[in-house]
């Protein structure tokens, strides 16, 4: 397929923010058409916010159902907007989100070459946005590997780690908000521990979190209160389940067999754990029990990583549980119902 203004490209289109000297009252106004998406060829424009598209209907059709039958629908002459003697359809979606898409449709060998490498965040938001509106399940599926990459084992729930980078343009906020946006309920648990992990919070609700190019963004204030209570409930099953053992040692009730060596390096491990606050990014981490573990005697260390083994995968099964989600095994993504 041929195109006035089609370049070959590297990488996707650039997600910074767009700016624009024209005036608040007209810069709704001003429609313009995309310097990479406007093919000579193209029998379908799209405008999506003040950005138009000129593009192949064969194209988006082959990937999205609804996209086929909205383009096989015979539409009434009358009062339909026609440019260059295209038809004119509008979307109410993101102009960015429909870039990036269309970088992907048009450009899947560069894609695919890349596919080794983490995407970032804004194309797989893209992805996933219009890959469930649109029912473009092969898009949807592969946007939804971006916030996926957490760990889904107690035992490395404070790694939050995802298959996509943020970019110069995106930070964990933007994650966050992503994710209650499209209700993929299957990450939030495992979301909203490693949010409450950060060193940072709950500051960071207020502050925000701040992208590479000086962006700033915040959680949604609707969360606040459920990530600051269900810090509350955490902490307390932290005493209850992973540390009960921990914070009850008594030398002359365990197997312990020094107990003059063992019974500082309990209190060490205590204030480490629980001073000056709660420290919820220790608790699902080996390294503080690894160190206490080699400072105690044997009986102790198996003792203890028994028992906090077993606390950590109850309180992970508890997890959604303790944020009001369902269970494990009933979380749902792109739950709208």
Same mark, same amino acid.
């Given at each position: 397929?041929?195109? $006035?203004? #089609?370049?070959?490209?590297?990488?996707?289109?650039s997600?910074?923010?767009?700016?624009?000297?024209?005036?608040?009252? !007209?810069?709704?106004?001003?429609v313009?058409?995309?310097?990479?998406?406007?093919?000579?060829?193209?029998?379908?424009?799209?405008?999506?916010?003040?950005?138009?598209?000129?593009?192949? %209907?064969?194209?988006?059709?082959?990937?999205s159902p609804i996209l086929?039958?909205?383009?096989?629908?015979?539409?009434?002459?009358e009062?339909?907007?026609?440019?260059?003697?295209?038809?004119?359809?509008?979307?109410?979606d993101?102009?960015e989100?429909?870039?990036?898409?269309?970088w992907?449709?048009?450009?899947?060998?560069?894609?695919?070459?890349?596919?080794?490498?983490?995407?970032?965040?804004n194309?797989?938001?893209?992805?996933?946005?219009?890959?469930?509106?649109?029912?473009?399940?092969?898009?949807?599926?592969?946007g939804?590997?971006?916030?996926?990459?957490?760990?889904?084992?107690?035992?490395?729930?404070?790694?939050?780690?995802?298959?996509?980078?943020?970019g110069? $343009?995106?930070?964990?906020?933007?994650?966050?908000?992503?994710?209650?946006?499209?209700?993929?309920?299957?990450?939030?648990?495992?979301?909203?521990l490693?949010?409450?992990?950060?060193?940072?919070?709950?500051?960071?609700?207020?502050?925000?979190?701040?992208?590479a190019?000086? !962006?700033?963004?915040k959680?949604?204030?609707?969360?606040?209160?459920?990530?600051?209570?269900? %810090?509350?409930?955490?902490?307390?099953?932290?005493?209850?389940?992973?540390f009960?053992?921990?914070?009850?040692?008594?030398?002359?009730?365990?197997?312990?067999?020094?107990?003059?060596?063992?019974?500082?390096e309990?209190?060490k491990?205590?204030?480490?754990?629980f001073?000056?606050?709660?420290?919820?990014?220790?608790?699902?981490s080996? %390294?503080?029990?690894?160190?206490?573990? #080699?400072?105690?005697?044997?009986?102790?260390?198996? $003792?203890?990583? #028994?028992?906090v083994?077993?606390?950590?995968?109850?309180?992970?099964?508890?997890?959604?549980?303790?944020?009001g989600?369902?269970?494990?095994?009933?979380?749902k993504?792109?739950?709208?119902?």
């Amino acid at each position: 397929m041929s195109g $006035t203004s #089609q370049r070959a490209s590297p990488a996707p289109p650039s997600a910074k923010r767009r700016r624009t000297n024209l005036s608040d009252s !007209n810069a709704e106004e001003q429609v313009v058409n995309s310097t990479e998406y406007w093919f000579s060829d193209g029998n379908i424009i799209l405008q999506v916010e003040n950005t138009r598209f000129r593009v192949h %209907k064969s194209v988006l059709a082959i990937h999205s159902p609804i996209l086929h039958d909205m383009f096989s629908v015979p539409q009434p002459p009358e009062g339909e907007e026609f440019v260059e003697g295209c038809p004119v359809v509008q979307l109410w979606d993101r102009a960015e989100d429909w870039e990036l898409l269309l970088w992907i449709s048009y450009r899947g060998v560069q894609y695919r070459l890349q596919e080794n490498t983490r995407p970032h965040l804004n194309t797989v938001a893209a992805l996933l946005r219009l890959g469930h509106k649109y029912e473009m399940a092969d898009y949807r599926d592969h946007g939804r590997r971006g916030p996926y990459g957490f760990h889904h084992a107690a035992a490395q729930a404070d790694r939050h780690v995802m298959w996509a980078t943020f970019g110069d $343009t995106s930070s964990f906020s933007d994650l966050f908000n992503l994710v209650m946006e499209l209700r993929l309920e299957t990450v939030q648990p495992q979301l909203f521990l490693s949010t409450m992990c950060r060193p940072d919070f709950p500051e960071m609700l207020w502050t925000g979190t701040t992208a590479a190019d000086g !962006n700033v963004s915040k959680i949604s204030t609707s969360m606040h209160g459920a990530l600051i209570m269900g %810090k509350e409930k955490l902490c307390q099953a932290l005493r209850d389940d992973i540390f009960d053992c921990i914070l009850h040692w008594e030398p002359d009730h365990s197997a312990c067999t020094s107990p003059a060596r063992c019974e500082p390096e309990y209190r060490k491990l205590i204030v480490n754990l629980f001073t000056p606050v709660v420290q919820l990014q220790k608790a699902f981490s080996s %390294k503080a029990m690894n160190s206490f573990s #080699q400072a105690v005697c044997q009986n102790c260390s198996i $003792t203890a990583k #028994q028992s906090v083994t077993e606390g950590q995968e109850a309180v992970w099964e508890r997890l959604p549980e303790i944020f009001g989600l369902p269970n494990w095994d009933e979380l749902k993504d792109f739950n709208f119902d």
